[in-house]
């Protein structure tokens, strides 16, 4: 388990300063930021991608999220959004 998390740390820490095409799957009332996965994270098993916006996200729209920060197995974003 170790071994697996040091992996999983790396590859998250190589997120950081990336944008990510993530689906909004809801918004935390407990942490106070919308959440959602990319592409090849699997619902219930990998981690999370937290993230705010300026504007409200539905659930099920994609939105362009920078990673700012690791926490744990969790990412935290900033959603990009495109004025149009």
Do not use: W
């Not at 998250?12 to 106070?32: F, M, Q, R």
């Not at 930021?33 to 099920?60: A, H, L, M, Q, T």
Request: aromatic content about 8%; some cysteine.
């Amino acid at each position: 388990m170790r071994k697996q998390q040091a992996i999983h740390e790396g590859h998250n820490a190589e997120t950081v300063g990336k944008s990510l095409k993530v689906i909004c799957e809801g918004y935390d009332t407990v942490a106070e930021r919308f959440y959602g996965r990319s592409e090849g994270d699997c619902p219930d098993i990998d981690g999370k991608i937290y993230f705010d916006s300026p504007v409200n996200i539905c659930e099920g729209v994609f939105v362009n999220v920078k990673i700012n920060e690791v926490m744990d197995y969790d990412l935290l974003g900033t959603a990009v959004i495109n004025p149009e």
